[in-house]
T-cell receptor, first 111, second 107 residues
Framework: SQTIHQWPATLVQPVGSPLSLECTVE??????LYWYRQAAGRGLQLLFY??????ISSEVPQNLSASRPQDRQFILSSKKLLLSDSGFYLC??????????FGPGTRLTVT | GIQVEQSPPDLILQEGANSTLRCNFS?????LQWFHQNPWGQLINLFY???GTKQNGRLSATTVATERYSLLYISSSQTTDSGVYFC?????????FGKGTMLLVSP
């Protein structure tokens, strides 16, 4: 069966510091991968998605970037964090453009 | 882009009560999913239901694609049903989420 991992689970970082969040999927090949952010107030915002290695689509211009160095690895990065980057970051996968499955999330607090 | 509206935004129930959550969307969609976000933040897949009716235990869902809405039914609610319920629709390669319905089931 397929599983999705995210780490770290929680992170507290100062403003201006770099960020790297990692997401890996097991048990499938060539999945579509997604990064979402959920700020206080519930809504989920799609940040990036990828249909293959090195292929990244950005949905919202911002202080973040994404990379997919391997088939089942998706990384979310920032060179300099802003206070507004705080939130709950969720990675998701789908093995076809149908049902999506989510990881456990990373709670980021920028101080 | 497509708009997704969920109602009600908040719902408080006594344990054992039934409820109906609604999801309206503004255009034709290729799929529709319902999720439950538990208090720890985990998004749990409830239904993948682009059309028709499905049931899973005390939960069931119906999507009427031609009329652009979906309903999630929760029967005999339990305190563990508390959390936020999201509807999400796929237009092309990505999902668009509604703002969710926050459900609190009290004992």
């Amino acid at each position: 069966s397929q599983t999705i991992h995210q780490w770290p689970a929680t992170l507290v970082q100062p403003v201006g510091s770099p960020l790297s969040l990692e997401c890996t999927v097991e048990g499938t090949s060539n999945p579509n991968l997604y990064w979402y952010r959920q700020a206080a107030g519930r809504g989920l915002q799609l940040l990036f998605y990828s249909v293959g290695i090195g292929q990244i689509s950005s949905e919202v211009p911002q202080n973040l970037s994404a990379s997919r160095p391997q088939d089942r690895q998706f990384i979310l990065s920032s060179k300099k964090l802003l206070l507004s980057d705080s939130g709950f970051y969720l990675c998701a996968w789908s093995d076809r453009p149908n049902e999506q499955y989510f990881g456990p999330g990373t709670r980021l607090t920028v101080t | 882009g497509i708009q997704v509206e969920q109602s009600p935004p908040d719902l408080i129930l006594q344990e054992g009560a039934n409820s109906t959550l609604r999801c309206n969307f503004s255009d034709s969609v290729n799929n529709l999913q319902w999720f439950h976000q538990n208090p720890w933040g985990q998004l749990i897949n409830l239904f993948y239901i682009p059309s028709g009716t499905k049931q899973n235990g005390r939960l069931s869902a119906t999507t009427v694609a031609t009329e652009r809405y979906s309903l999630l039914y929760i029967s005999s609610s339990q305190t563990t049903d508390s959390g936020v319920y999201f509807c999400a629709v796929r237009e092309y390669s990505t999902l668009t989420f509604g703002k969710g319905t926050m459900l609190l089931v009290s004992p």
